[in-house]
């Protein structure tokens, strides 16, 4: 796999990864007691998104180089059927 493939995978995991992430620790104004005025009261109070942007980072890292190593150990899409037992 060419590295262009892989930053591609990673760039995709990242983004499904931020978007799972951005709710984890997000105060809003409502909970705070503090609404600035023209604002709604559902906005965050602080976004903190430097945070959010290390810990997506990280756990993209971790998924990506579990699926590297899946990958490298020989297995593949094609090999699900033979993993997940049937029931009969």
Known sequence: MDAFSMFAI?????????????????RTQSENQEVTLGTTES????HRM????LVTTLVSVVITAVF??????????????????TFD
Do not use: Q
Request: net charge neutral; charged share 10%; no cysteine.
């Open 43 to 46: 906005a965050p109070s602080l």
């Open 68 to 85: 590297f190593g899946i990958l490298g150990a020989g297995y593949s899409f094609d090999d699900l059927p033979r993993i997940i037992p």
């Open 10 to 26: 990673f760039f995709v995991i990242w983004w499904v990864v931020l978007f799972a992430v951005l709710p984890f620790g997000v």
């Open 50 to 53: 430097g945070r959010s942007l």
